[in-house]
């Protein structure tokens, strides 16, 4: 069964380092999101994608954050200047009609 | 903006009981999803399911979107059912973009 991919699984930068978060989509996807969880806390949305631009970003994509979708396979997430408080789980999700499937996510921790 | 919450919010079984757990949410929705957070951090997909009933194997859920409350039943839990467990709604009229708004969670052990 496809799935979503995401790279890599596990992420250790210092503060005011890039991070690029690589995602591959299911293959016949059109919609795709970023979304964050803080340690113990729900599961936020960041960004969504669509026909190659962003169509929704929330408060907490501010200037630092960008996306891509580079070829037909891969759609990244940069963080230009990471902060402390941007660790947490990434994850990456894509849709076709309705329904939303999630990557595994990957752990950012920024010291 | 819409509220989603769930209950309980920490629940702790016996291995071989069953539960309940509820998701209700305070606006209109378009869709609604369950999902278990494994102890690894992955979310797993349950059931999409905007209305009705579905089963799959020892889960089965049920959404109510008029009363806006959604019910995931566990029969026979097992260890491997522990993790996390949250309901995510993406609000009716939210536009093209359907992003999800997920709930509180609710923390689930089941015990050998």
């Known amino acids: 069964e496809p799935e979503v991919t995401q790279t890599p699984s596990h992420q250790v930068t210092q503060m005011g380092q890039e991070v690029i978060l690589r995602c591959v989509p299911i293959s016949n996807h059109l919609y795709f999101y970023w979304y964050r969880q803080i340690l113990g806390q729900k599961v936020e949305f960041l960004v969504s994608?669509?026909?190659?631009?962003?169509?929704?970003k929330s408060e907490i994509f501010d200037d630092q954050f960008s996306v891509e979708r580079p070829d037909g396979s891969n759609f990244t997430l940069k963080i230009r200047s990471t902060k402390l408080e941007d660790s947490a789980m990434y994850f990456c999700a894509s849709r076709i009609y309705n329904e939303q499937f999630f990557g595994p996510g990957t752990r950012l921790t920024v010291l | 903006g819409i509220q989603v919450e769930q209950s309980p919010p920490d629940l702790i079984l016996q291995e071989g009981a069953n539960s309940t757990l509820r998701c209700n949410f305070s606006d209109s929705v378009n869709n609604l999803q369950w999902f278990h957070q494994n102890p690894w951090g992955q979310l797993i997909n349950l059931f999409y399911?905007?209305?009705g009933t579905k089963q799959n194997g020892r889960l089965s859920a049920t959404t109510v979107a008029t009363e806006r409350y959604s019910l995931l039943y566990i029969s026979s839990s097992q260890t491997t059912d522990s993790g996390v467990y949250f309901c995510?709604?993406?609000?009716?009229?939210?536009?093209?973009?359907?992003?999800?708004?997920f709930g509180t969670g609710t923390l689930l052990a089941v015990q050998p």
């Open positions: 995510a709604v993406e609000i009716l009229g939210g536009g093209a973009t359907n992003k999800l708004i």
């Open positions: 399911i905007p209305s």
């Open positions: 994608f669509y026909n190659n631009e962003i169509s929704e």
